[in-house]
């Protein structure tokens, strides 16, 4: 379930709720019990990382590394065109 941030408009009071995305809106305020709270936008509380969780899940054939041969082939070739001139 997501992590909603809302803010009371008349005391400034923050807070975060754990809703379900089909949940109504929060709008009383714990703090002041003023029907004054306020969704607010906010990044996501998480990232994907690493070396692609994707990468190695639909792979055929005999591909191990899509990323690591890129990068094994493009060095290959700049030291092959450094050392000819």
């Known amino acids: 379930m997501p992590i ?3 803010r009371c408009e008349n005391c400034g ?3 975060e709720a754990v809703q379900k995305i089909s949940e109504s809106p929060l709008v009383t ?3 002041c019990s003023a029907d004054a709270l306020k969704k607010r936008i906010s990044a996501a509380g998480f990232r994907l990382k690493g070396g692609g969780w994707y990468e190695t899940d639909f ?3 005999k591909k191990k590394n ?3 041969s890129e990068s094994s082939s493009s060095s290959t ?3 092959s065109s450094s050392s000819d001139s």
Do not use: N, Q
């Open 59 to 61: 792979k055929s054939g």
């Open 29 to 31: 305020c714990p703090e």
């Open 66 to 68: 899509v990323s690591g």
């Open 77 to 79: 070739s700049s030291t």
């Open 4 to 6: 909603y941030e809302y």
């Open 13 to 15: 009071h923050e807070l």
